[in-house]
């Protein structure tokens, strides 16, 4: 990855905690929050976004947001009052600047005049403020940057270079950063690394600008730096190819050096122009660490992390004259103390923590009575161990858990756009967006509860004049809930609408025969039947929710992770819907049975019981196939080893039936040889060294080092959909 | 500092240029040797049983667990429609990586190490289509002939019904 990808892909994992920030703080002005601050918050993030997307050339995006900016700022001044239209607009406005975000990413194109209606709104409003400003018709170039001149101490070993018939041995680079580069998002300490990875490379930072701390803005940059940059094959084009995303927010000079020029720019040259960080504290008499006296170390700002410096070098005069208290660097201190990770080395370490995990497990249950008896050092080690383990796989954990926030955040625009959509007036209340779940649960509740709530808007609420006949507030509520309970996270989608119509969903799943006729389910198998596949079709569709997925593809991806759904309804009073799941992908809680001499593994959450072949009444269909007789209903039968052609599988009874409930309420009889017991264990992939397995979802490693498939229920199904191989 | 010379061809005795140095790891499958470059060989190791897949290939054996990771074992033998081997404890897994992936070859017996000048990699003959398309070269070595594994096709389970 170059370094400008690397840049592109921090740029955007910014803009969506940008924009989540933003949808947060205009939400929260639109309850009456404290204004000034939040619009400032506000203001920064558009901003910050506009930044990157100038030095990236989006121009699109630029465009939005300056208009955005230019309006907010307005907004800032008071010139704009920040009514309830105006937040809908700002709010309408994210979600544009979302979209184009995505369209910079994805580098795909949108629709001609897109987000217009809403720019021409953001300059109507700028407009009737009174200062259009020529700010306001500004260009893609048109950075909001302040400009501050800085005075330059060039010296004569900068004079013009002397242009020379052969390459230059090396390059004398000279960047003074305005003092808001910093607000544009750029961090001079990455240009410099990504400097230093053109050759050998000398820096020194000029600190002479830096204020004492009452007057120290933590977000403006002070340091200049002279960099002397050897040993390189780069030419000045991939120099300035280094600075082109902050050209516009710097003053930079870049010399070629030549050998033996001039022996100043050797190596300590520059060094007594710009004294180094070293050199510096020597001189206010400090060592490099702690600072002096427990004072200094109160005021010392923890240091930021763009310059890291800056902060800390704190001559003389700075310490003396920060009379104006530890709230100085308060907002530094309480600055974030977080590091970026890839994804993937957290991975590695979830995994394998994973495996330790049931090695822990597989250790504790070799010690029996003998052992105990014999070795009660071993076993209080174990005990000791199976405690640091589970601490260790919690504490694993939450570095990959995330707040379901990050999912949550996404409802309040789809709700908007769905009132939007149906004319209907839609409130979304969330609860509990704290409550965390493991990053790889999360990824796979988006698409479900997305659908969930489209059904509420479009199925569950009434229409006003509908609520209005029937008593109830004209604006309907769709209430979202995470907390946590035990081992499971319970996700909660209420409305207070129509609730499910009995009497329609019934006769709509004996059409399509979903229910034989001469079946009377309970009513809450009737309220369930909303997820059986091929339900929610006809009628049942709209332009909203009937997408080409039903509710059935919501009970499928919430059972591929092992978790579940369960519906419940008041006729004319509101549906709840309950999602149940696990708080971890990363450990499944399995069965393991034999077949044929060969162990097997089912996801205990698709198991419903199991029972000896002995006192199984099993019947066999004309074609052959056998089905299973239970308490009046008839079950499928898949005789594993017949399946998967194992020889050498037990005949006759002694066997056991596992009873697997597959996607869309269906039911499935495994037969097996053997049932082994219940244990944890950890998913491995079949495709990463190999292909898809029909009817497989992987493997896994047991105890004995020996790897066992784990079945796909669904993919076991006679006549169900079986997955081709990929 | 002294700088310690730890190259991997110092103590390569024949007289072939390293840059033109092809280096195999021989096996035998069924009185024939096969060799598979060097440079892909991962780890060999005793055969020790593999989870048969269900509705796979016949050439494939199964999975193994190595080091935590699920590798595909492919039966050489199989492969070359010559029936599954009969697995004992003396059968070799010969690990190998595949472009991005892992897999193992169950094989007879490891024989040798072989240097051999690239230059001196003959052609497969025209004639038989699974010769053509599992081996990539044959190379002699002490008068007899070396069949140079083509690891994507032995590897690939999209051709060639079970």
Known sequence: MSDIDIFRTVYFEECSELLQELETLLSGIAEGDDQADALNGVFRAVHSIKGGAGAFGFDALVTFTHSFETLLDHVRQGEVAPGPEVVALCLRATDIVADLVMAAREGTDLPEGFGEAERAAFEALSMAAGSPGADDEGGLEDFDIDFTPVAVDIGARHAAPEPAPEAPSGWSIRFVPHARLLATGSDPLVLIRALGGLGRLTVSADTTDLPGLEAFDPEASYCRWSMTLSETKAGRAEIEEVFSFVEDACDLEIVPVFDAIDPAWSEDGPEDAFPDFAALMAEAGLAPSPPAGPEAADMAPEPAPEAPSQAVVLPGPAVAGSEAGPSAGAPARGGLQTIRVELEKVDRVVNMVGELVITQSMLAQQVDDTIRDRYPELVRGLEVLAQTTRGLQDAVMAIRAQPVKSVFQRMPRLVRELATKTGKSLRLDMEGEGTEIDKTVIEQLSDPLTHMVRNSADHGIETPAERIAAGKPETGTIRLSAQQSGSTILVVVEDDGRGIDRGRVLALARERGVVAPDHTPTDEQIDNLIFAPGFSTAEAVSDISGRGVGMDVVLSNIRRIGGSVQVRSLAGRGTRMTLRLPLTLAVLDVMVVSVAGHPYVIALSSIIETLETGRAEFSTLPSGERILRLRGDYVPVVDLSARFGLAGAQKGPGRFVVLCEAEGETRLALVVDEVIGQQQVVIKSLEENFEHVEAIAGGTILGDGNVALILDVDGLRPNGPRRSAA | ?162
């Not at chain 2, 070359?80 to 070859?105: A, I, M, N, Q, Y």
């Not at chain 2, 051999?116 to 053509?132: L, Y």
């Open chain 2, 1 to 162: 500092m002294d700088v310690l010379d730890f190259r991997e061809d110092g103590a390569e005795e024949t007289a072939i240029a390293p840059q033109d140095a092809l280096q195999l790891i021989a096996f035998s499958v069924d009185e024939q040797t096969y060799g598979v470059e060097i440079t892909t060989v991962r780890e060999i190791r005793a055969w020790n049983g593999a989870t048969p897949l269900p509705n796979t290939r016949e050439y494939v054996r199964g999975v193994i667990n190595l080091r935590g990771t699920i590798v595909p074992i492919f039966d050489l033998r199989a492969r070359f429609g010559d029936g599954r081997t009969e697995p004992t404890r003396t059968h070799v897994v010969v690990v190998l990586s595949v472009g991005s992936k892992w897999v193992g070859l169950l094989v007879d017996a490891v024989s040798d190490i072989v240097t051999v000048p690239r230059s001196a990699v003959h052609a497969v003959p025209e004639g038989n289509s699974t010769d053509t398309e599992l081996l990539c070269g044959i190379v002699t070595h002490n008068d007899r002939m070396v069949g140079l594994i083509d690891l994507e096709a032995v590897t690939s389970t999209a051709s060639a019904a079970a």
